[in-house]
């Protein structure tokens, strides 16, 4: 398989794609009070806002929440599974690519000394044409799980202001009267 210029431009194109994605991650960053119209006041956020963040931005709805190290990490991790995803499927397409080339010089009636070549170019388009489904399907998966924490977010937003105690008092007092 050959490494020239089209590889180095689709790295470019993948590594542009990622960067792409971060930055628009970060429009999230903004206090809740001056960015969010949406919200219905200081104390909730609208899970249906939060859903649709998340599901168009990575990490969107996490940021919307205010959950900046979750939106962070979703971001990341949903960027680079993208850019994984979009690299094993453009190598097997440049493996697919190479197998018919093959096919269309040899034919059926392979020579001896072409029949390892033949293997492994179709072992190479199985290896990236798997990987690549099973990078999108985590993918998908990562988005989903996305999805669902902004929803939860959104619902509990502000919820871990309240404390909680076992005991109505958790003061030990003692009284003597006489």
């Known amino acids: 398989m050959s490494h020239g210029k089209g590889t180095l431009q689709n790295l470019k194109l993948q590594i542009a794609i990622i960067a792409i994605c971060l930055s628009l991650s970060f429009l999230f960053l903004v206090p809740s009070g001056s960015a969010s119209t949406l919200s219905h006041s200081d104390t909730k956020k609208s899970p249906t806002w939060a859903m649709i963040s998340s599901a168009l931005l990575p990490g969107g709805?996490?940021?919307?929440?205010?959950?900046?190290?979750?939106?962070?990490?979703f971001a990341l991790a949903q960027g680079t599974l993208s850019?994984?995803?979009?690299?094993?499927?453009?190598?097997?397409?440049?493996?697919?690519?190479?197998l018919i080339d093959h096919?269309?010089?040899?034919?059926?009636?392979?020579?001896?000394?072409?029949?390892?070549?033949?293997?492994?170019?179709?072992?190479?388009?199985?290896?990236?044409?798997d990987?690549?489904?099973?990078l999108l399907f985590i993918d998908v998966g990562v988005w989903i799980l996305a999805v669902a924490d902004a929803y939860i977010s959104a619902h509990f937003y502000k919820f871990d202001d309240l404390s909680f105690s076992p005991f109505?008092?958790?003061?030990?007092?003692a009284m003597i009267r006489f």
Do not use: W
């Open 61 to 73: 709805g996490q940021f919307y929440t205010e959950n900046y190290k979750k939106g962070l990490l």
């Open 83 to 98: 850019g994984m995803t979009l690299y094993e499927h453009i190598q097997t397409g440049e493996a697919e690519r190479a």
């Open 103 to 129: 096919i269309k010089v040899y034919g059926d009636s392979l020579p001896p000394a072409e029949i390892p070549r033949r293997i492994s170019l179709q072992g190479q388009y199985n290896h990236h044409f």
């Open 131 to 134: 990987r690549r489904r099973t």
């Open 168 to 173: 109505p008092n958790p003061t030990v007092s």
